[in-house]
């Protein structure tokens, strides 16, 4: 994915998105299901990610 790329962009918004307001919930499965036809496996590639962050892999020290 580059920067200009809708899938970033969507990937982005995520990020600032609010899950304690009404609003936020209801649209998430929306992004998601976009990113998801822009890019197969996106999602699941950064829960991969955000998960082996978890479990140590990828730091340094």
């Given at each position: 994915?580059?920067?200009?790329?809708?899938?970033?962009?969507?990937?982005?918004?995520?990020?600032?998105?609010?899950?304690?307001?009404?609003?936020?919930?209801?649209?998430?499965?929306?992004?998601?299901?976009?990113?998801?036809?822009?890019?197969?496996?996106?999602?699941?590639?950064?829960?991969?990610?955000?998960?082996?962050?978890?479990?140590?892999?990828?730091r340094?020290?």
């Amino acid at each position: 994915m580059t920067p200009e790329d809708p899938t970033t962009r969507l990937l982005a918004v995520l990020q600032g998105l609010d899950l304690t307001s009404a609003d936020g919930r209801a649209g998430i499965g929306s992004l998601l299901s976009e990113i998801e036809r822009l890019a197969p496996g996106a999602v699941l590639q950064q829960a991969a990610r955000i998960e082996l962050r978890a479990l140590g892999w990828g730091r340094a020290g």
